[in-house]
């Protein structure tokens, strides 16, 4: 049984499940999958440097704005949840991308 994380496969869950929650932020859930089935690391870069629009898009619907119901206090929330976790695993899979393969004895 292998022990190693597959990152690729848990960065795709990730997006599938954040197009649900915010479907605006397509242009990023494309270039994360393109580079995840290409395994490219130029789209995946571009996903995570579009993150921070889309985190603080998030946070203007969960605190800045006038009236906030507790559904979008709950929906908001678990959007920043997943955008923290796909930020991790992308950087993950970004490292795994361009780490140099391990020399076989």
Not at 29 to 52: A, C, D, H, Q, S
Not at 77 to 86: F, G, N, T, Y
Request: aromatic share 14%; proline share 6%; hydrophobic share 50%.
């Amino acid at each position: 049984m292998p022990t190693v994380v597959n990152s690729s496969l848990t960065y795709e869950i990730l997006m599938y499940l954040n197009s649900f929650y915010f479907a605006t932020e397509g242009a990023r859930i494309y270039l994360g999958r393109k580079g995840n089935l290409t395994e490219r690391g130029l789209p995946i870069l571009i996903g995570i440097f579009l993150t921070f629009p889309s985190s603080l898009a998030t946070l203007y619907f969960l605190f800045w704005q006038n009236y906030v119901l507790k559904l979008e206090v709950i929906l908001c929330s678990i959007q920043l949840v997943i955008l923290a976790l796909e930020l991790i695993i992308s950087i993950m899979y970004l490292i795994a991308i361009y780490r140099p393969p391990s020399p076989k004895e």
